[in-house]
């Protein structure tokens, strides 16, 4: 079940979609960021950082993608925490509020940096695109 919540909530990211986002949030709290529930390429945090943006509730968001950023530098999940980066960059340009372009800026170049040197091609493209 945790990774289904994980899985829902990339799903409701990349569609933009708020579908039975409650009931996956909270599946996310209960059985992944409370128990501190670990599996690979999945991080609760993250996942609940996308469905905070999703809402609009984005300072809140803020503090789980740092909080994600924070977990996976620790476990070395290099990948994942690129990942996360290039996501709280997508955040603030989706939002486009004044200033988030340059918000979003430093981050998306660190995402890219990172999925350089990981050798993620598809990651650096989908960067590219972003940034342009």
């Given at each position: 079940m945790p990774m289904s919540a994980c899985d829902a909530a990339e799903v409701l990211w990349?569609?933009?979609r708020l579908d039975h986002i409650g009931v996956v949030e909270r599946a996310?709290?209960?059985?992944?960021?409370a128990p501190d529930f670990r599996h690979p390429m999945m991080d609760g945090c993250l996942?609940?950082?996308r469905l905070c943006a999703l809402q609009g509730r984005h300072d809140e968001a803020e503090l789980w993608f740092g909080e994600a950023g924070r977990v996976l530098e620790e476990q070395g999940a290099r990948p994942l925490r690129a990942i996360t980066d290039f996501d709280?960059?997508?955040?603030?340009?989706r939002r486009g509020r004044s200033g988030?372009?340059?918000?979003?800026?430093?981050l998306l170049q660190?995402?890219?940096?990172q999925f350089e040197?990981?050798?993620m091609t598809g990651w650096l493209h989908r960067a590219d695109e972003l940034n342009a």
């Open positions: 990349l569609l933009e996310l709290k209960e059985k992944m960021v996942a609940l950082a709280e960059a997508r955040m603030f340009i988030d372009v340059d918000r979003a800026h430093p660190s995402a890219r940096r040197d990981l050798g």
